[in-house]
């Protein structure tokens, strides 16, 4: 595969210089320049087909002539020891479940592919240092899946407020590859530092920087894996169009969806489901993005008032605006239907929604009574409930059981430093702890 800058149409890298490098120099983000065809590699597989299976046959394609196909393989396979669920629920919906791993969110699929990934993609002669933005728990899955891989330092960039579920014995002040650093500021900050830091070449140069946030393309692909996953486990039921609710902060998941399409994934369209932020309104609607102030919801992963994505979701529309238009459709759901819609859904199926995964599922509903149109729709279910214990304990007047190991992860714990939002103050930082 070859990728190229948002910003620009050469000069064209390979996988592997797309990981390491996180961000093209040229500035911009990078994006496929070109579209391979697997569908002779998943179409024929079936229900029965294994998470594993399908790793095994797509993750030597994808990174052809970059590792050979038995090490592509077992990179994949070494990457994950959890694995998706697609639960159906009727003929209109399925979920699927993406809280399998080790920290109880969808991240964990990315993240630990692209830990896996540049472990073997690194030099073996000297640090790479892999930088992060992380809020709520997602540091513990950058964390967990960097832990131990040699020669990686793993720093996690928090925004103010309270971190949880990091094993100190893990910091690099102890001997370990994490450095924790708390920013006084917003998410949005720990973003933009990052963004600022991968620019600055020399520094990126001498301590041989990328990122495990979703703006490092290596994070986005192996996402496609649990999409053709859920297509292959559904697609002898369907009677009807087949679409996917996402739902969308950074827009990650989404772009990652619409890469498996190009793949050439069978599906007629994804509803971007938004909260009250509605980071893409004026997109969507054909007007040019601009910042706003951020709500705060009890769907806080979608509390993204400029997605990182943006560019790459512009290439997208840029390519072929019609086509795009007919494939993706937003919606914005507030609290209280998210609400009401967690309530509906354990009514109904017994099931626990967290709050993003509620908000997708409204939008599901949102979109079907817009459209007046008959489909079967996967709801991307992205956290466990019991992430969101007492949200969704509040809503529905039930227990949320914890599963030990997001029990265990709920511990607090102190960062490396704590230091204002300023690019020469985190480079000074980061400095002195090598």
């Given at each position: 595969m070859l990728f190229r800058s948002t910003l620009s149409d050469t000069p064209r890298v390979s996988y592997k210089e797309a990981i390491l490098n996180g961000l093209p120099p040229e500035g911009g983000l990078y994006v496929l320049d070109s579209v391979m065809d697997m569908r002779q590699f998943f179409l024929y597989m079936d229900s029965e087909t294994t998470f594993q299976e399908l790793l095994s046959a797509i993750s030597p394609v994808l990174l052809q002539g970059e590792?050979?196909?038995?090490?592509?393989?077992?990179?994949?396979?070494?990457?994950?020891?959890?694995?998706?669920?697609?639960?159906?629920?009727?003929?209109?919906y399925s979920i699927l479940n993406l809280y399998n791993g080790p920290t109880g969110v969808f991240k964990d699929f990315g993240i630990a592919y692209i830990a896996a990934l540049i472990e073997e993609f690194a030099p073996y002669d000297k640090k790479t240092m892999v930088l992060s933005a992380a809020r709520r728990d997602t540091g513990v899955s950058i964390a967990h899946a960097f832990d131990k891989r040699k020669n990686i330092i793993s720093v996690i960039l928090y925004p103010s407020g309270t971190i949880h579920g990091l094993d100190e014995a893990a910091f690099v002040e102890n001997g370990g590859g994490v450095l924790p650093i708390q920013i006084d500021g917003t998410f949005d900050d720990c973003q933009r530092l990052i963004t600022e830091t991968m620019k600055d070449r020399d520094f990126v140069g001498r301590y041989s920087v990328t990122t495990a946030n979703a703006i490092n393309v290596g994070r986005l692909l192996p996402q496609t894996f649990y999409y053709l996953y859920a297509f292959i486990k559904v697609k002898k039921r369907l009677s009807s169009d087949l679409r996917f609710s996402v739902p969308c902060g950074n827009f990650g998941n989404l772009i990652a969806g619409l890469y498996a399409w190009k793949f050439g994934m069978p599906v007629n369209g994804f509803v971007a489901a938004m909260n009250a932020n509605n980071a893409f309104a004026n997109f969507f609607s054909g007007r040019t993005i601009t910042p706003k102030q951020r709500l705060t919801t009890i769907s806080p992963a979608l509390d993204v008032c400029f997605p990182s994505n943006y560019e790459r979701l512009v290439s997208f529309y840029d390519e072929a605006p019609l086509v795009m238009r007919n494939m993706v459709f937003p919606q914005s759901i507030d609290d209280e239907t998210t609400r009401s819609t967690m309530k509906e859904v354990w009514m109904k199926y017994g099931i626990m929604l967290d709050p993003h995964t509620a908000v997708a599922f409204a939008a599901a509903k949102k979109s079907a009574e817009i459209k007046n149109e008959e489909y079967h729709t996967v709801v991307l279910a992205t956290g466990h409930p019991a992430k969101y214990a007492e949200v969704v304990s509040e809503t529905l007047g039930e227990t949320v059981a914890i599963p030990e190991k997001l029990a265990v992860i709920k511990k607090e714990c102190k960062p490396t430093a704590c230091i204002p939002p300023h690019l020469d103050t985190l480079e000074s930082t980061i400095a002195s702890c090598f």
């Open positions: 590792l050979n196909p038995l090490t592509a393989s077992e990179v994949a396979i070494d990457a994950f020891d959890f694995e998706p669920e697609l639960q159906p629920l009727d003929e209109h």
